[in-house]
């Protein structure tokens, strides 16, 4: 009896110890997989702040392979929208060298090569077929990633990765983190076209050289599909001068234009690669901020506040000229609207919310109720 419960003891043991193996596996794998989220999350914040196309792809590139050490190649095939973004890499910029990460690809190629544009595809590598999306590749790679970048239902091309690891890429890998990534990439990418479009289809308010209302609604509408369909935040803010009037009727309209272009030039520092200013009208500005919290938006509008705040128009006859705006914040909450519809929600919301700051006594900031 005693040598009977002493085996049974012995199992109970062992089924406890594998047990706690399997326990220890689960939470390293927890502990990876949050670290994995960390990283792609900063790639996907720091290709939203990229001031420039090259930055943007020297960013994914270089931090792609700095966060993943088995990914030795990266890439991004891009299709020579309206032949502008060959157009935009050209540009000289002498702090990025893209070379060994860039490539433009017609739409028949890009389709011959990754054949489902609605999805990544992960496996191993083709010479016939990947070769060509790495440019002056000199490893030798043994399995791929590529990613679709989709915008608006139009495939604009691929964020392409290399391992020289053959296991390293696999059909049974998850790809959800990498189609966020990739929808990042794709707006930051044809937000920079769209910016090269400007003044090409009239986009831009002439006066101050930013985006008009045509364009804003454009960048909304696409914002909104975004954000339903991958549930991102988006934000807006839109801000009126205080008194404004006054300025054009006291010192007069030239006056009041310098006063325009240099509000607009004060707005214009720090914005994101994916960030969109415009004038709305009149003395109204608007920024549109893609993965933006409400929070985050107050933060930056607490900044352009101060900024405004502190500007100083010199005018040989009436000396320094000063102005204060008043800012209303709002983030969009699907809820199952039209495109048009949530972007006129959007801006209804950061409109009243600036109505309730001039109501409230001008020259400060106001949230949009969430409810």
């Not at 590749?137 to 043994?142: D, E, F, N, P």
């Not at 391992?163 to 998850?174: A, L």
């Not at 707005?267 to 608007?286: I, M, N, Q, T």
Request: contains cysteine.
């Amino acid at each position: 009896m005693t040598s009977g419960r002493s085996v049974g003891s012995v199992g109970v043991d062992r089924e406890i110890i594998q047990l706690r193996r399997e326990l220890s596996r689960l939470k390293r794998q927890v502990r990876d997989n949050e670290a994995i989220w960390a990283e792609f999350r900063q790639l996907e914040i720091d290709a939203v702040g990229a001031e420039s196309l090259p930055a943007l792809i020297h960013g994914i590139s270089h931090g792609l392979r700095r966060a993943f050490s088995r990914v030795d190649a990266v890439a991004v095939a891009c299709i020579n929208i309206d032949y502008e973004v060959a157009n935009i890499v050209d540009e000289k910029d002498g702090r990025h060298d893209i070379g060994a990460c860039f490539e433009i690809i017609s739409v028949d190629e890009l389709q011959e090569i990754i054949r489902d544009e609605t999805k990544p595809w992960l496996g191993v590598f083709d010479d016939a077929r990947h070769t060509r999306l790495f440019p002056n590749q000199s490893k030798v790679l043994k399995s791929v990633a590529l990613a679709p970048l989709n915008v608006a239902g139009a495939c604009v091309g691929c964020l392409c990765q290399g391992s020289r690891h053959e296991s390293h890429f696999s059909e049974d890998t998850s790809t959800e983190l990498l189609e966020h990534l990739a929808s990042t990439l794709a707006l930051c990418i044809q937000n920079s076209v769209n910016k090269a479009r400007l003044q090409r289809h009239g986009l831009t308010d002439p006066l101050t050289g930013v985006a008009n209302r045509r364009l804003l609604m454009r960048r909304l509408r696409e914002e909104m599909d975004r954000c339903r369909r991958y549930d991102h935040p988006v934000s807006c803010i839109m801000l009126d001068l205080d008194y404004f009037k006054q300025i054009n009727d006291r010192y007069g309209h030239t006056v009041g234009d310098r006063m325009l272009v240099q509000v607009a030039e004060a707005l214009k520092r720090g914005l994101r690669s994916s960030d969109l200013l415009a004038r709305y009208g009149g003395e109204e500005f608007v920024l549109l901020l893609p993965e933006t919290t409400q929070e985050l938006a107050l933060e930056i509008a607490k900044r352009h506040h101060r900024e405004i705040a502190g500007l100083q128009l010199r005018d040989n006859d009436h000396g320094n000229i000063s102005i204060t705006a008043s800012f209303g914040v709002a983030e969009l909450v699907a809820a199952g609207h039209s495109d048009i519809e949530d972007a006129e929600v959007l801006v209804k919301q950061a409109d009243a919310a600036m109505y309730a700051a001039k109501r409230a006594g001008r020259n400060r900031i106001v949230a949009a109720n969430r409810d």
